[in-house]
């Protein structure tokens, strides 16, 4: 139906593309590796983004900045110009076709931006809180959990969404990172229905509807939430 007419409806649903697709590719697999990648990510991504924007906006230093800008730095660091030296990294410490080899690029890579987010948005928290909790005895751990987490939900969410979708549909790294089945996440299950001479357009369009159900689902159930999140971590940032 696709090859005679492409902008037409299909005559019948072959709902068989969805189990072939399923099976073959590996899904069941490449889900859960996926929801794996992803989760791990945010949770990392979103406590050292959190702590080290309570450090930088609230623990004023003479290397402060420096430090900030090393991070932050990372923002402009196109995936293209570290995929050579983050392969040989990765092989040198025999963490090639691990998943803690993917995860602690995933992690590394999303640190910069968070981290950016997060010391922005703490930077307007009131420095009086800060200096409250102080004076009264407060260490700085528990001032982070008990004022900053708190108060810092908002760009938390936006975070949390940028690094969710980043991850969900990263395919160049896990690619590069990964050779064998076990390790290997939803995006290549994807493409491997697409190859350089022909491409089963039938299971390839079943396989995408796969991998977009839980990215749909994730919005349906946090949508009030990602709205709030987004809209208020806007205004802050």
Do not use: H
Request: with cysteine; hydrophobic share 50%.
């Amino acid at each position: 139906d696709y090859q005679t007419n492409r902008l037409g409806l299909p005559k019948m649903f072959f709902w068989q593309n969805y189990r072939d697709s399923w099976v073959r590719g590996n899904f069941g697999v490449y889900i859960i590796n996926s929801v794996l990648y992803t989760s791990v990510t945010v949770v990392f991504v979103l406590i050292f983004g959190l702590m080290s924007g309570f450090a930088f906006a609230k623990i004023r230093m003479k290397c402060t900045k420096v430090i900030y800008g090393s991070y932050v730095i990372g923002i402009l660091m196109t995936l293209q110009s570290i995929m050579i030296p983050l392969f040989v990294m990765i092989n040198q410490f025999g963490l090639y076709d691990t998943k803690l080899g993917v995860l602690i690029p995933y992690v590394g890579i999303g640190l910069p931006m968070g981290v950016y987010l997060c010391t922005e948005y703490i930077k307007s928290v009131p420095d009086a809180l800060v200096e409250s909790a102080r004076i009264d005895g407060a260490k700085y751990f528990k001032i982070f959990g008990s004022i900053i987490v708190p108060m810092a939900k908002p760009v938390a969410t936006t975070l949390a969404i940028l690094t969710i979708s980043g991850t969900w549909n990263e395919f160049m790294l896990i690619n590069m990172l990964t050779s064998s089945t076990k390790n290997k996440s939803l995006p290549v299950g994807i493409q491997s229905f697409a190859g350089a001479l022909s491409t089963d357009y039938g299971k390839l369009f079943a396989s995408l509807v796969i991998g977009l159900l839980p990215m749909l689902i994730f919005y349906l159930v946090f949508r009030k939430e990602i709205t709030k999140g987004v809209a208020a971590g806007a205004v802050k940032g």
